[in-house]
């Protein structure tokens, strides 16, 4: 159940849960009841943005076991106990708990929607400020992680943001070396699953005959050498994230068996018959095109529509060359201090190579490079600096212009004046030239 501010009802006498639904549905409160406690857990998933109204005597868990589990997952979502006459001690023991209010049977429409309006507000300005807490939190971490002011990574930190709270399955597309292990750590670190475990396999790095003991897990005997029980790689991300880089890479067998346990949330270890729930968020990285490969019967095609509800697109470094500036130097700071070194000033030849690279490695070369020449080294090899030589000389200026403006503007806080002065421009050529590369000021 994950209806916007929604009242779950839970009444076990149906004439007092159809009186409690109607009174609600006339003042146009959405409402759903339930019978038991039971079922109410069942409809309170991670998203549920309502309240909850339960009757304390309930047959199996009663309300006051209930009241406990619901505020173990959510602290802050409001419960309103419904007490019989010898009950008033009890909600008030229970209000102690964490209980929002009570009501004594028997209770009027009025007195219901009352109480339910007022937890309704309370329950919305909390996910209200929770939100924005959350937004301003995970904006500066990652903009600290997810380095580059280019659209495209503006645009990738937003999406990030958007969905990392989420229980999607996410398919992270992008050439070697472009970050795509880093978005899905951010991913996982930026949502509610970040206190279980991140669990990465590499599907192109396991012999096929490894690779379902590895992912599945197995029993003592299932197979010769299997001396013990071993947890797979799903299980051990059970509350978690399980992160499946290469995943093109998967067989084609064991492609089937992943599905199976996306689709039914259990799985099977080698050698047992014993279904396992499994509870995992699965994020999956690809250098290849997917699409085109269950087209061609290469990948399945029910599999990647399971894997790829979400779609991050991880563009090349050549596409957004305004970033390689920053990026370079933060990775040669980060350098600097991890070898114990001074930070070296940046020459104008290791400035035009870094331009005008083609960067075949994306960011993993480029962090690369930025360790040789925080130790002192020729940055780029005479075979690598040469190897960028495609791009155009007018492309590595404007790259290196476009970039230049956007520091001068954040530092001026978008003020054109101060920007001209500082970069010893006319403000009207300063002005063409914001409007030239797309820039907001």
């Not at 009570?102 to 009352?114: A, I, Y």
């Not at 396992?276 to 699409?291: E, F, G, P, Q, Y």
Request: with cysteine; net charge negative; proline share 3%.
């Amino acid at each position: 159940m994950n209806h916007e501010l929604s009242v779950l009802i839970v009444e076990d006498d149906p004439h007092v849960l159809l009186g409690c639904q109607q009174a609600l549905t006339l003042e146009d409160i959405p409402c759903i009841g339930v019978g038991s406690a039971e079922e109410a857990l069942a409809q309170v998933g991670d998203n549920f943005a309502g309240i909850v109204i339960s009757d304390i005597r309930l047959p199996g868990i009663d309300g006051l076991e209930l009241l406990t589990r619901l505020k173990q997952r959510d602290r802050s979502l409001p419960v309103v106990l419904i007490t019989g006459h010898g009950d008033i001690s009890m909600a008030v023991g229970a209000m102690q708990k964490g209980a929002y209010d009570f009501m004594e049977k028997p209770f009027s429409p009025e007195r219901l929607v009352d109480v339910a309006r007022r937890a309704l507000e309370q329950r919305s300005l909390a996910r209200e400020v929770s939100s924005l807490r959350r937004q301003l939190a995970e904006r500066d971490s990652l903009e600290g992680r997810i380095i580059g002011r280019s659209p495209a990574m503006q645009n990738l930190r937003e999406l990030i943001a958007n969905v990392a709270d989420t229980s999607a399955n996410v398919l992270i597309e992008g050439e070697t070396g472009t970050g795509k292990e880093l978005v899905a750590r951010c991913l996982h670190d930026f949502s509610r699953r970040h206190s279980k475990q991140f669990v990465a396999l590499n599907c192109g790095g396991l012999p096929e005959n490894l690779f379902e003991s590895e992912i599945f897990g197995h029993e003592a005997n299932a197979f010769t050498g299997a001396g013990k029980r071993r947890i797979g790689k799903i299980e051990h991300a059970d509350g978690g994230t399980l992160f499946l880089d290469e995943v093109e890479s998967m067989p084609l067998p064991l492609q089937i068996k992943l599905l199976r346990v996306l689709q039914e949330r259990t799985l099977e270890r080698l050698g047992s018959n014993q279904s396992v729930a499994v509870d995992c968020r699965v994020i999956a990285a690809t250098k290849s095109d997917l699409d085109e490969s269950s087209k061609a019967g290469e990948f399945r095609s029910d599999l990647y529509y399971r894997l790829n509800v979400v779609t991050l697109e991880l563009p090349p470094l050549r596409e957004r060359r305004e970033d390689i500036l920053q990026l370079f130097e933060h990775f040669t700071q980060q350098s600097a201090l991890r070898f114990d070194r001074a930070l070296p000033e940046l020459d104008n030849q290791t400035l035009s190579n870094l331009m005008s690279h083609d960067w075949p490695g994306n960011v993993r070369e480029l962090r690369n490079v930025a360790e040789r020449f925080a130790l002192g080294l020729p940055a780029f090899k005479k075979s690598g600096a040469s190897a960028g030589q495609g791009l155009a000389f007018a492309e590595a200026v404007e790259a290196f212009e476009r970039n230049l403006l956007v520091d001068a503007l954040q530092r001026s806080g978008g003020n054109l004046t101060q920007a001209s002065q500082e970069l010893g421009m006319a403000k009207t050529t300063l002005f063409d030239k914001v409007k030239k590369y797309g820039l907001s000021h």
